[in-house]
């Protein structure tokens, strides 16, 4: 099984552009999550969707935008990007209905130039 | 305020030691405690969890749960350079629906 797959697998963006990170799951789970992954300061959550057509702020949203409108994909958009959004992205689901473990994507890495 | 705390390393062991690897939390009230294993430039991946009070053993990893103490780590048995990895801590996000909130992370290196 596929499990979730993000894309691109890694991209140079010029700041001031925008740009859609993808990311698809087929194991239906509910939950869906944006994590960013820099040095020093571990991963931390930039959105999130509890259930398709829902989604809310985690601790670092500021600059990104999501949208959930299936079980299946929950993309991250990027709509003028920044040096400091320079990270590695990583997607994740959970089956949702009480905490449980999460599952990752293979992660995007994007720099910001 | 980042509510797991975790020493970043790096945490040298030989070769069929016992690592261990410790992580602190601060909200009381969180009941599941997951420990993920990441290689570097790869994705994060789930160890173990553990709910209760107590050790879990799966394999050669033991996870041990002291709620009172607010205080979970993770043991690695006959410890193996290929256990040379990044270790996470998380747990629930009291904040963000069904979202684990992650620790820095300890970096292992098992040295042959």
């Known amino acids: 099984t596929a499990g979730i797959t993000q894309a691109p697998t890694s991209q140079i963006l010029a700041a001031g552009r925008s740009m859609t990170l993808r990311c698809t799951q087929d194991?239906?789970?509910?939950?869906m999550y944006w994590y960013r992954q820099d040095l020093g300061l571990g991963l931390r959550l930039i959105h999130y969707s509890n259930t398709a057509g829902t989604t809310g702020k985690g601790e670092v949203p500021d600059g990104y935008s999501v949208s959930r409108a299936n079980t299946d994909d929950f993309p991250l958009t990027l709509a003028s990007a920044v040096p400091s959004q320079t990270s590695v992205y990583f997607c994740a689901s959970s089956p949702g209905g009480q905490p449980t473990e999460a599952f990752f994507g293979q992660g995007t890495r994007l720099t910001v130039v | 305020q980042k509510e797991v705390e975790q020493n970043s390393g790096p945490l040298s062991v030989p070769e069929g030691a016992i690592a261990s690897l410790n992580c602190t939390y601060s909200?009381?009230?969180?009941?599941?405690f997951f420990w993920y294993r990441q290689y570097s430039g790869k994705s994060p991946e789930l160890i173990m969890f553990i709910y209760s009070n107590g050790d879990k053993e799966d394999g050669r990893f033991t996870a041990q749960l002291n709620k009172a103490s607010q205080y979970v780590s993770l043991l690695i048995r006959d410890s193996q350079p290929s256990d040379s990895a990044t270790y996470l801590c998380a747990l629930p996000n009291s904040n963000s629906g069904y979202a684990l909130n992650f620790g820095k992370g300890t970096s292992l290196l098992v040295t042959p």
């Open positions: 194991m239906r789970h509910n939950a």
């Open positions: 909200d009381r009230g969180s009941q599941s």
